[in-house]
């Protein structure tokens, strides 16, 4: 099967500046996740959505970030106006019916805000 | 105190021997426990996961789980350069009645030939 796929793979911009990161999940998948991994930190979940509705967001800086998967399958992160501090990878994760199989991962965005 | 805790290493042992990796949690109503493996610059890959008290083996690799004192463990044995990479402790925490993973900081591991 194909694995989680994200776009753009590095993108650096600076402060002040909007991004946007897509994602596709492995077909079938109905949960997908974005985490922030900053560097020598474990990944945090940003945004969990359940289909095409949001399942939790709490940790979501919502004055800068959005997200959507407006059909249920794609996604996609924003971020307007970039802060330095959102330097960081992006991970996009779907996870199957199947608890044991944890989530899978795409290869993530590395973002570098100067 | 947070929710997953891992000691951040590096964590070194020479090739051929036994590496022990930690993760304690915070939530007693966890129910599934994951460990992955990162390599700088990639994303964490799935290498066991565990639910029932004691232990599962696979491989090289046994995860070892104690629910009453919250705590879960990774072992390596016959440890190779190719392991050197950062583990990464998740604990499945119900959001809602959907899977949700916490992770901790992850476990810098170095293998030495």
């Known amino acids: 099967e194909a694995g989680v796929a994200q776009s753009p793979r590095y993108k650096i911009i600076e402060k002040r500046q909007s991004v946007a990161f897509w994602c596709n999940p492995i077909?079938?998948?109905?949960?997908l996740y974005w985490y922030q991994q900053i560097l020598g930190q474990g990944p945090k979940l940003l945004i969990q959505f359940q289909n095409n509705g949001v399942v939790d967001d709490s940790q979501l800086p919502k004055d800068r970030f959005s997200a959507e998967r407006l059909k249920g399958v794609d996604s996609t992160l924003k971020i307007q106006p970039a802060k330095l501090e959102d330097s960081a990878v992006y991970l996009c994760?779907?996870?199957?019916?199947?608890?044991?199989?944890?989530?899978?991962f795409g290869s993530g965005t590395r973002l570098t805000v100067v | 105190q947070k929710e997953v805790e891992q000691n951040s290493g590096p964590l070194s042992v020479p090739e051929g021997a036994i590496a022990s990796l930690n993760c304690t949690y915070s939530d007693r109503g966890s129910q599934s426990f994951f460990w992955y493996r990162q390599y700088s610059g990639k994303s964490p890959e799935l290498i066991m996961f565990i639910y029932s008290n004691g232990d599962k083996e696979d491989g090289r690799f046994t995860a070892q789980l104690n629910k009453a004192s919250q705590y879960v463990s990774l072992l390596i044995r016959d440890s190779q350069p190719s392991d050197s990479a950062t583990y990464l402790c998740a604990v499945n925490g119900l959001n809602t009645g959907f899977q949700k993973l916490v992770f901790g900081t992850g476990t810098r591991l170095l293998v030495s030939p």
């Open positions: 077909s079938g998948h109905a949960t």
């Open positions: 994760a779907s996870s199957g019916s199947d608890r044991s199989h944890g989530y899978t």
